[in-house]
């Protein structure tokens, strides 16, 4: 079984990537909370975030400590949830990251480090029109950067009416999403950012997961449909979209020839893990490709405090990637 990256603090939604000859993990920092278990994700309080980084999968893991606080944030109430860093063509490093406001909606802030360690320094306003959840960062091959982002239920993306968001409707707010024959999926977002990283260059578009048909997948396809999670990888000229399906407790993934989609839905990349949630990233690294992912394992169990670990990833002669389960 893989071991956690680091035992002396919980680690989860662990975002890899390789940065000048090694990976720097960007997770999300799990602590001790009394508040109870439910749908809105309540208990994950987290209120801080460490980088880490190693050279090699399986080596040593240095834990560069605090890289951004919550109290930091102007903008920020609580719960700064699953980050993501991006390296700029100015070679700065932006740390994506959600939280709550002072009304308790999610929105995607960004802060900016010339060291891919941090410390980060937060922009004062959250990203004008930003929403939901899990932002994750893709820098495809011409420079161009993404920011894929959306969770349902306490990620806030049910609560929105248009792909660009619009007016949030509080309502909807907690274990809701759409459902019935013949009704479609709730759909990740993506934004192309601006040059400097800052902001979105264009108003955020939905990003259609499909089935085998062509068919845009539907709410009660909750094995396949979207949940939350979002990350982007490129492999052989594809682009691979991968995310969580939330409570079915998947990781999969779906293939396009755009970093906007449409994707068609491929298959499983991880089986349950121990806990509820499952959260990822997907990096290369000196010629492997590698999963980091979460699980309970470390904590026995307690949903909220969980532990990064690392696992070679494969894929297959016609691209597809090999379903791993659990060690």
Known sequence: MPSPLVT????ADPSAHSFNGKIYVYPSHDRESNIPFNDRGDQYDMEDYHV??????GGEVTDHGVALKASDVPWVSKQVWAPDCAKGQDGKYYLYFPARDKEGIFRLGVAVSDKPEGPFKPQPEAIKDSFSIDPASFVDDDGSTYLYFGGIWGGQLQCYSSPDGGKFDASQDGPHEPSGKGVKA???????????????????????IQDENGEPL???DHDRRFFEASWMHKYNGKYYFS???????FIVYAIGDSPYGPFTYAGKILEP?????????IVEHKGKWYLFYHDCELSK???????????????????KIITMKPE
Do not use: N
């Open 8 to 11: 002396e603090i919980f680690t």
């Open 52 to 57: 880490l980084s190693m050279d090699d999968v």
């Open 186 to 208: 709730l759909c990740p977002r993506v934004g192309k950012m601006t040059s400097d990283m800052l902001e979105f260059a264009e108003p955020v578009k939905e990003l259609v």
């Open 218 to 220: 539907q709410a009660d």
């Open 243 to 249: 995310y969580s399906t939330g409570d079915t407790h």
């Open 273 to 281: 893990v121990k806990g509820w949630t499952t959260h990822h990233s």
């Open 301 to 319: 169990g307690v949903d909220h405090l969980r532990s990064a670990k690392a696992r070679e990833l494969k894929y297959d002669a016609d691209g």
